[in-house]
């Protein structure tokens, strides 16, 4: 509760007054913590700052999990709209957090961390895509769904960091579906021609079943 606290504090803060004009000071008295109990969980701001960014990544990484499950079965077009539309709603719908966090997120987080997270992020749209049931199974998951998380984190990232004035979210979705479609339909294309594609399980089964 404490930590948790201590985070909510800082994003507060983090929102009002930006990274440089927030101090551990600041942190404490909006948590309702002394300073020297701050102190005794995290030793200084990037400490909070990172943790933080973490804790709202494994956020979205469980949202993002769930969008995933359910309904089944689905096509491709339904998953990519169900992610997409998960992943879009709650980033927008928290807009001025996010867009300070990943801010921050660039300044603090290393190397190894960011990886981590993001091939997270990329395994869940992977086995989401891979649970289709028009799924083609000779079309190289991992780095379709890499891509296709790729071109999704781009676009909404970029929307919340540079544009003056974020687009409306339905307005979001369908740029970001749009895209992501478009990709994979042109790598099931492209696997055609080069003659790597096998039947899509929902192809198998008819065939089965003839």
Not at 8 to 23: H, I, M, P, Q, W
Not at 58 to 82: D, F, G, S, V, Y
Not at 165 to 180: F, Q, Y
Not at 200 to 208: E, H, I, W, Y
Request: glycine share 6%; charged share 20%; proline share 3%.
């Amino acid at each position: 509760m404490t930590t948790g606290a201590i985070q909510d504090a800082f994003v507060l803060l983090l929102v009002e007054r930006g990274y440089e004009k927030v101090s551990m000071r600041d942190i404490a008295g909006v948590a309702g913590v002394g300073l020297g109990t701050l102190y005794l969980y995290f030793p200084g701001k990037d400490s909070i700052a990172a943790v933080t960014v973490r804790s709202w990544m494994r956020k979205q990484a469980a949202i993002l999990a769930q969008a995933a499950e359910a309904p089944a079965p689905r096509t491709i077009e339904q998953t990519i709209r169900a992610m997409v539309a998960a992943h879009v709603h709650d980033l927008l719908g928290h807009a001025g957090e996010w867009r300070a966090l990943l801010f921050v997120e660039r300044r603090i987080s290393s190397p190894e961390s960011y990886r981590e997270i993001y091939r997270e992020f990329v395994g869940l749209f992977r086995d989401a895509l891979v649970a289709s049931s028009d799924w083609p199974a000779a079309l190289d998951s991992r780095r379709t769904a890499f891509n296709a998380f790729a071109i999704i984190d781009a676009i909404v990232e970029q929307a919340l960091l540079v544009q003056d004035v974020c687009p409306g979210t339905e307005e979001l979705v369908r740029d970001v579906e749009c895209a992501v479609a478009g990709y994979i339909r042109a790598a099931q294309e492209g696997a055609v021609i080069s003659g790597r594609t096998a039947p899509s399980r929902q192809a198998r089964a008819v065939v089965v079943s003839s």
